[in-house]
């Protein structure tokens, strides 16, 4: 029986939609796990592969607003994305790719964005990967700061509704400087990332918001869980770090000094950290971190011209880019990058690459001269790589917090 591709039409077709996914997560999906998505995916935003009256894939998207080096960008952030195991290797994933992406380009969202599960899989279809990112999983007996706080800031552990509160201001300001952040929504906060089922815990303790104030304003929190869990007496448990943000340097002295600080745990693990998190030049003993990196947040540029426009290109000589793009042949051609525009050119190339590589550019994780040396872009005329960083320069290393 031929399997069909189509988004779904009204909004109790969303959770069946996305249900294959959970195939591969334990326990089976619950309501709480349809409260992380469908309040957030419209409909026509969620496509179902369908066998008869069987669906055997899904995926959708949320509509983000991605911040970028020079500004923000709608993004289209994929997630829930399964093919029954019955049925992988057929090409669905790649027929629901094809419906997704000709959305994206059809509601004028510039880019694509996403966690892969896989560093195998979005490559086909045009992702690049656009950061590296990395965990701690540091003894409690080592973990210090090399300069602790100055002053003791006042922090207290808050319910729901102060986090609700309190939070966002911190986050809603650092997001707007990190590339790789999204808004969020009041929604978002609740729903997501406070919301606390117990079968997301994952044999750990409930969901901990501490926040750090400074004069009476919030400046930096951490979302932690204790994994508590004892052997011969002695605790061998740890603090599970999901999020900490300060708002400034003194901020995420207080953020981390409250984690390392934490009595009663043998190590602090925190995940998804961006490469330059101060925190690696904050600690005492940095190797003591055990700071292990791996591939981040995934790009997919849907609009060349117009993804390129929202990174500002800056100062700098032009620069012609000939850009292959087997999937969304729409991208393919030279492109002229110049301060303030980018245009379609007949002019010789300077350079040559994949769109996937624009995608690992994109947020700035990337120069143009690091993904050369691997390869991955030519440079057809000299100095054009140097040209390319000038025209998109990034100041930071990406940061997502957030697995979406
Ligand atoms: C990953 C998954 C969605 C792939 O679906 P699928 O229908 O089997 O994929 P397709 O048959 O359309 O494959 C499309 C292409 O991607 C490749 N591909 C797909 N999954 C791959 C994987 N896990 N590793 C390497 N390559 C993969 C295929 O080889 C194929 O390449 P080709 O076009 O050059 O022949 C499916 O295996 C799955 O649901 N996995 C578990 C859940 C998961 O990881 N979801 C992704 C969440 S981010």
Sequence with gaps: MPVEVAACASPDEVFPAIAPVFHYFSPAPTAADAERFVPFMEPSRVFAAREGNAIVGGCGSFPFELTVPGGVVRAAGLSVVGVLPTHRRRGILRAMMRAQLDDVHRRGEPVGYLWASEDTIYGHFGYGQASLCGNIDVAKALARLAQPPASRAELRLIDDAEALALLPRVYDRVRREYPGM??????????????????????????????VLRDGEPRGYALYRIHQHFEGGSTQGHVAVLEAIGADLEATRDVWSYLFDIDWVARIKAAQLPLDHPLLLMAAQPRELKFVTHD?????????????????????????????????????????????????????????????????????????????????????????????????????????????
């Design 182 to 211: 999204v808004a969020r929504s009041a929604e978002w906060w609740r729903l997501r990332r406070l919301a606390d089922p117990e079968h997301r815990r994952m044999g750990a303790g409930p969901l901990q918001r501490a926040v």
């Design 296 to 404: 981040g947040v995934w790009v997919r540029l849907v609009d060349v011209p117009a993804a390129l426009m929202a990174r500002r290109p800056g100062g700098g000589d032009p620069v012609v880019i000939e850009v292959a793009d087997a999937f969304c042949p729409w991208n393919a051609g030279r492109w002229r990058v110049a301060a303030g525009s980018v245009d379609r050119s007949t002019a010789a190339a300077d350079l040559a690459c994949d769109v996937t590589t624009l995608g690992s550019v994109y947020l700035g994780g990337f120069s143009f001269q690091r993904l050369a040396r691997a390869g991955l872009v030519r440079e057809l005329r000299a100095g054009g790589l140097v040209r390319a960083d000038a025209l998109l320069p990034a100041d930071r290393a990406p940061w997502c917090p957030e697995i979406f």
